[in-house]
Structure formats: structure tokens, C-alpha cells
């Protein structure tokens, strides 16, 4: 079992990424403020000393501790460490992503520094950013200058600061992203705000600041307490639940893996550093397209380092190979293919024909992580041989495998338990209240319709992946009134010809049935060298986009309509850019 001190966004995230288990876990805040969806955790809440953190994990048989409390909360930290002391558990500290302390800034050790730098730099008039429970470190402050502080907006936040003595016309209420509009009001000399990191907005109020040519104090976070305990240090949720899999590997039935891209990066970072400084390391850090770092173990060989490619329980055919890295300076920062790396041969790809077949978000995971001006050369020993078992020479890809990977994590999912958590989300989006529940492929396409649908709770947006059919009969079955279902076109054009489950291995796009739809839509286009379907943002006429919109989607609600009889059904058409297509 594993027990969660949360109350903060990172809490919230690890809520999310614990759910993915399907096992039972504890929640603890301090409080009953933060709203939070748990299906398989169990809230506590209350303020707990180690005595009482003992006796649950005692009772509950916890093996594992998850401190996602804010940066701040030193007592916390200190509990945690001190109980994982004496029981030997081990503790995963879930961190935030902060940013590199820019020398723009004015840093402050602690509350009574700040205070001293704030007198010593003449600042008669502050608008402090750092919470209400910090109202009374500062009072030497407030006392004898103008001192505005920005609370939330809770009967608890106004009385704290009533009981710190501090002047009620003085306080601000938090509203999201406000920090330019209080500054416009107030005009204050100075911000004052906690190093909180990304997650905590710190980055949003410094930009606000520096825009208004004021001075930035900044609290600098406290460091984590050490101590007997084994403490592991994340900042992500891939890298989260990738500890949890090493820490409690029976607590997830399924465990996670790395893409091609990520094991290249690993891979060019490690021979990078080898070049630069001769080190060697048997890990490096990789930061990910979220900007969380993970580490990463790696080999080295003459003239490479390497990494080999861990798919976790996903059933991938890259599974065990051998991805290999050379660098050596030169003139620009430059990113080649090398043996059993595929090449481009048709157009539709993110680079064209004759490129290596590494794809946009490896390229940019290199250039995110090496800072060197170097060539970087990625190569397979193997991936000619493997690339044939893949649909590679189907899609134009030839001579090796694809470098690919959009988040830098694998995530498995047995086919049954996706579709069972499938139906545990659209139970929570009905239990919601809400009005529609929105159904989309993922991540992307769901982030548009949010914008579309911006009233909606966040339970009310439900991921099918691939099983559109599934998905809808769930939706039935708990008597679902309205349902607006968004798809990208590469799922559209199989749903519309009738594939229910639209991952590729049952699946492909019919180039017949596209070139009807497309006859249909007054838009008839040789599809020979069109590869994906994507591709036909581009290829159809903007006058006739409307209307093989409305074909495609005519045609996918003729198979999905009968599996929502007693329901209304809106299909949402989403090109690559987000705009969005309705009948």
C-alpha cells in the first residue's frame, strides 16, 4: 500500500498517475480545500504528527511514502523523513520543475533577509505573492512600509490574517494569472513571491514584474531534509510512477517503458558529456517533452555510448535493442542516421524523403538536452532486421526502424484493463453532473475541446484511445444523455468506414473508402503519394474542407448513432491545428 501527503498540484498529478494501477493507495492533506478524484485511493485528511503517520502506516500496511506536499512545508518534510527513519519505507519526494535562478533576481535566504534586502534596496510600497500564512514572517515589514499580500479567497485566509493583526483593506484575493492586473492597480515598488517553482506560478510572476520594470524578491526554497531515510527525488509523473515501478513493482500489473526517442537522447547526452569532460556515467539525466527529468541508464562501446531499449510490458518489437549514439564537434548543431535507421521515402512525414526517419519530437528531445554544437548520430545495430516486422515499409519507411515517441514514456495498457478504466472515468464524468460528457482520443485533441467546451468539469473529458465503440456503449449503459464525441481524421476515416476499435492493428486507412469520401465531398485528389491521412489538411481545397468534413462525419455517426439510441451524439471533426468541424 502507499500512502500520499499531498494538498498541492503535484499531489493532485499523483493522484492521477497512481490511479493508472487500478490499486488501492491513501491521500493525506492537511485540510478538505483541495478537490481531488479518487476512485481507487482513500482520503485523509487532518494534520498529522509522526506518532499518527506510524500508526497508519501500521495499521495499513504501507510500503511505500509519496511526499507531493508544497516545497514549503518544512514540518511536513521533516515528519516524512523522520517516520521513513524508523520504519525503513522508502519515500519518492514528488518535486516541482524549477527554473535556473536567473541573477535578474534578488534572492533571499529567508523571511528575515528579505526583509533586510527589501529596507536595503528603499522599497516603501510591496505586493507580497507568498501567501497568507506568511503574513506574520513578515510582519517587520508590513508594519512600517505599505504592504499589500494576495490571499485566497476563503473565510479561513481572512482570518488567519485578522488574528496576524494584518490590516483587512490590505489584502488581495487570488484570482488565476492576475499578477499583471494587481500590479496595474497597486503600483508597488516590488513583488515579493516564493520560490514555488513552474507549477506554483513562479515563472508567470516574475514575467508580470519584469514587464513593469519592478524589483522580484525571491524566497529561495527550503532544501529537503536529509536524514537515515531512503528518499528518491522526482519532478514528473512519468518519472513518478517509473519509481514506483522499481520501489513497489507489484503495486502496477503493468509497468512502463521508454521510447526509441528517449533511449537516443540518453544515448547522444552520455556520449556528449564523454566528449566535453571525459566522464562516463552509468546514468544521465534526460529532461522529457513535459520538462521533468528521469534518469537513464547506459552503456558505452568504442566511439558510442548506448542504451537499450526497455518497452517495459508493452508489447514492442524494439523491445531489447541496442540504440547507439556517436558525437563529434562540429560547425552547427546537427542530427544524422546511422546504420538501422530508417529514411523517409514518400512525403507526409514530419521531415522530407531522404531524412532520417527521426520524428519531430526526438529532434527537439536533442536539441532540448545537448547544448553543445556537435553532430549527433543515431543508429540501430539491429533495426534493419526488426524494422521489417513493423509497418515501417508499409508507410514508406525503409532501411531500419523509426526513432519515435511523443511524451518519452511507454505506457502499457492490457486491452482489458484500458477498457475497464475506460468505463471507471465515464462513471466519474456522469457521477459529475455534468451536462455532456465529451469523449476524445487523447491528450491533444482533448485539450482543444476543453477550449471548446470550457464550462465543463475536467471528469466530464473521458479518453477512449481506440475503442470509440466501447466507449459509447459505456455511455449507454449508464444512460448518458448528451454526448459529443471529438476525433482526429486518421481515426475518423476508419471509424467512418466502420472500425468501431481504430488501432492500427485491426485497422488501416482504406485508400478507396478515402478517395469515396473524397468524391462525395465535390474533392476528388490522387491519393498515390498521400501516406497518412492527415496529409489531406493540406491536399483538399480550403472551399471544400467544410464539406468533406461533413461527409467524414455524416459517415462516422451512421456507425456510432445506433449505440447511443436513447442519447444525442455531436461528432467534432479536429484538424492538426485545432480548428474544429462540425455537420
Given at each position: ?232 527525488h522526482v519532478n514528473g509523473p512519468h518519472g513518478l510512477r517509473r519509481m514506483v ?187 459529475s453532473g455534468a451536462t455532456r460528457v465529451v469523449i476524445n482520443s487523447g491528450a ?27 466507449t459509447l456503449r459505456f455511455a449507454d449503459q449508464l444512460g448518458i444523455r448528451h ?101
Amino acid at each position: 500500500m502507499i500512502l500520499v501527503f499531498g494538498g498541492t498540484t503535484e499531489g493532485r498529478m499523483a493522484t492521477k498517475v497512481l490511479e493508472e494501477a487500478g490499486t488501492p493507495y491513501f491521500y493525506s492533506t492537511h485540510g478538505d480545500g483541495q478537490e481531488v478524484d479518487l476512485v481507487h485511493g482513500s482520503r485523509l485528511s487532518g494534520a498529522m504528527q509522526v506518532d499518527d503517520m506510524a500508526g497508519i502506516c501500521r495499521e495499513h500496511d504501507i510500503r511505500l511514502l509519496i511526499d507531493a506536499a508544497h516545497p514549503f512545508a518544512q514540518q511536513l518534510h521533516a515528519n516524512v523523513v523522520r517516520l521513513a527513519g524508523q520504519t525503513s519505507i522508502p519515500v519518492i519526494r514528488y518535486d516541482r520543475i524549477y527554473p535556473p535562478r536567473a541573477p535578474s533576481l534578488l534572492w533571499c535566504r529567508d523571511y528575515d533577509d528579505a526583509i533586510a534586502q527589501l529596507k536595503a534596496h528603499g522599497v516603501d510600497s510591496l505586493l507580497a505573492l507568498t501567501g497568507v500564512n506568511t503574513i506574520g514572517h513578515m510582519r517587520p515589514y508590513w508594519q512600517e512600509h505599505t504592504c499589500w499580500f494576495r490571499v485566497l479567497n476563503r473565510d479561513t485566509s481572512r482570518h488567519k490574517a485578522h488574528l496576524a493583526g494584518f490590516p483587512a483593506d490590505h489584502l488581495v484575493y487570488y484570482e488565476h494569472d492576475d499578477t499583471a492586473q494587481l500590479l496595474k492597480l497597486l503600483h508597488p515598488q516590488a513583488i515579493i513571491t516564493k520560490e514555488s517553482g513552474i507549477s506554483g506560478g513562479f515563472t508567470e510572476k516574475v514575467e508580470a514584474a519584469q514587464k513593469a520594470e519592478i524589483l522580484v524578491f525571491v524566497v529561495e526554497r527550503p532544501p529537503y531534509p536529509s536524514g537515515d531515510a531512503h528518499v528518491e527525488h522526482v519532478n514528473g509523473p512519468h518519472g513518478l510512477r517509473r519509481m514506483v515501478e522499481r520501489l513497489l513493482p507489484e503495486f502496477y500489473p503493468l509497468h512502463s517503458g521508454l521510447t526509441t526517442g528517449t533511449c537516443a537522447t540518453a544515448a547522444a547526452v552520455a556520449m556528449a558529456r564523454r566528449l566535453v569532460t571525459g566522464e562516463m556515467p552509468d546514468s544521465v539525466p534526460v529532461v522529457l517533452p513535459n520538462g521533468e527529468t528521469i534518469a537513464v541508464a547506459v552503456t558505452y562501446g568504442d566511439g558510442y555510448a548506448a542504451v537499450i531499449k526497455d518497452a517495459g510490458d508493452d508489447p514492442d518489437v524494439t523491445d531489447g535493442l541496442e540504440i547507439r549514439a556517436s558525437v563529434e564537434w562540429n560547425d552547427a548543431f546537427e542530427i544524422c542516421g546511422g546504420e538501422g535507421v530508417g529514411r523517409f521515402t514518400v512525403p507526409g512525414f514530419d521531415y522530407p524523403p531522404g531524412e532520417a526517419a527521426i520524428n519531430r519530437t526526438p529532434r527537439q528531445m536533442l536539441r532540448d538536452n545537448i547544448h553543445e554544437t556537435v553532430r549527433v548520430t543515431i543508429s540501430v545495430p539491429l533495426g534493419a532486421e526488426i524494422a521489417r516486422r513493423t509497418f515501417n515499409p508499409r508507410l514508406g519507411i525503409e532501411g531500419g526502424i523509426s526513432i519515435i515517441g511523443e511524451s518519452g514514456i511507454v505506457k502499457p495498457y492490457s486491452e482489458e484493463a484500458f477498457i475497464q478504466s475506460i468505463g471507471k472515468c465515464m462513471q466519474v464524468a456522469q457521477a459529475s453532473g455534468a451536462t455532456r460528457v465529451v469523449i476524445n482520443s487523447g491528450a491533444k485533441s482533448e485539450q482543444f475541446l476543453r477550449d471548446r467546451y470550457p464550462d465543463l468539469p475536467s471528469q466530464a473529458f473521458v479518453q477512449y484511445g481506440n475503442y470509440i465503440g466501447q466507449t459509447l456503449r459505456f455511455a449507454d449503459q449508464l444512460g448518458i444523455r448528451h454526448v459529443t464525441l471529438g476525433v482526429m481524421l486518421g481515426k475518423a476515416v476508419k471509424l467512418a468506414a466502420g472500425n468501431l476499435d481504430t488501432h492500427s492493428r485491426v485497422a488501416t486507412m482504406d485508400r478507396d473508402f478515402v478517395a469515396h469520401l473524397l468524391d462525395e465531398a465535390g474533392c476528388p485528389i490522387a491519393l498515390t503519394d498521400v501516406t497518412l491521412a492527415r496529409e489531406l489538411w493540406d491536399r483538399i481545397p480550403p472551399d471544400r474542407l467544410q464539406a468533406f468534413a461533413r461527409i467524414v462525419i455524416a459517415h462516422c455517426k451512421a456507425h456510432c448513432a445506433p449505440l447511443l439510441p436513447h442519447a444525442t451524439l455531436t461528432i467534432l471533426l479536429i484538424d492538426n491545428e485545432g480548428t474544429i468541424f462540425s455537420c
